[in-house]
């Protein structure tokens, strides 16, 4: 996968790449500091803020950190959902409190005082909507907020219950890894869809993408998932050599979708297959989170 990754990047574009990872950093410092009830916690940190922004930098080389901007803070959002589901929260009622009033804001609806996960959101959402694709879009997008939640909530419900998913059923819960929402947000803000036939073939690429994301995530992040009782795919009973198989398999699986994007909106596609790539080599060295 590192080969096609590399592919067409000279050094002034990766130089390029990484001055908008730095200008994106700086906007992930600004939004921890506009939101300070859900970046306060020490797992974020500045190599979060700075993977992350290299991470969305280096899979859109050839945008700038304004066309960047909304997916990354996203992005951040998605990690600040994460951290109040995985770790902060304690009770079903708080964790289905925040799903619901997140569903609210994802509609139009404003965000209750002092709720700062609702105002990001309901401030991701007013940035996008001023998207020429927002109009076309924005059930697509509502739906990956949907998707999102619904996959965090279950998730959470299968720690308290002490339940082991199967492998299958842990693959179809991948929504909660979030990378199609973070998606959908660039898609919107750098162009749309052309087509709903093309709608329908860059989500399911999307998807496919996100579920190999989901176990290379996984087979970085195992000591942590276990350290702070998240659910892992080696914690449900597969090995290592059997998650990474699996990974192969995936990944042909999303190549295949990818050319299908490719033949119809050729800048997705290689969004798309960067994003796959560039996880495929920080994971096998690291991971996005700091210690707590």
């Not at 901007?69 to 708080?94: G, M, P, V």
């Not at 700062?116 to 509502?142: F, S």
Request: include cysteine.
């Amino acid at each position: 996968m590192a080969a096609s990754f590399a592919h067409g990047l000279s050094a002034v574009e990766c130089g390029r790449a990484a001055a908008v990872a730095g200008r994106s950093q700086r906007h992930m410092t600004e939004w921890a500091a506009a939101y300070p009830a859900l970046f306060s916690a020490k797992p974020f940190d500045a190599a979060l803020y700075g993977t992350v922004a290299m991470a969305m930098a280096f899979s859109g080389p050839r945008h700038t950190a304004e066309e960047l901007r909304t997916a990354n803070k996203a992005c951040l959002w998605a990690f600040a959902l994460d951290w109040l589901i995985d770790y902060a929260l304690t009770s079903a009622e708080e964790v289905r409190g925040h799903a619901r009033v997140c569903l609210e804001v994802a509609a139009g609806e404003g965000p209750p005082p002092g709720d700062d996960l609702a105002r990001m959101l309901a401030d991701i959402r007013a940035g996008l909507a001023g998207a020429p694709a927002w109009p076309a879009m924005e059930d697509i997008w509502q739906d990956e907020v949907r998707r999102t939640l619904e996959a965090m909530v279950r998730e959470w419900d299968w720690k308290a219950a002490h339940a082991t998913p199967s492998m299958e059923e842990y693959l179809a819960n991948a929504d909660n890894h979030a990378f199609s929402l973070v998606f959908t947000c660039h898609w919107i803000a750098t162009g749309g869809p052309d087509a709903p036939t093309a709608a329908r073939q860059v989500r399911e690429a999307a998807r496919a993408v996100q579920r190999v994301m989901r176990l290379l995530n996984d087979l970085s992040s195992y000591e942590r998932d276990r350290s702070w009782g998240d659910v892992n795919a080696l914690l449900i009973g597969a090995t290592r050599e059997e998650v990474g198989d699996r990974v192969a398999v995936l990944t042909a699986e999303a190549g295949k979708l990818i050319g299908g994007v490719r033949d119809v909106h050729p800048r997705l596609a290689d969004y798309l297959e960067r994003q796959m790539d560039f996880c495929a080599g920080f994971y096998a060295l690291g991971e996005y989170w700091g210690r707590l």
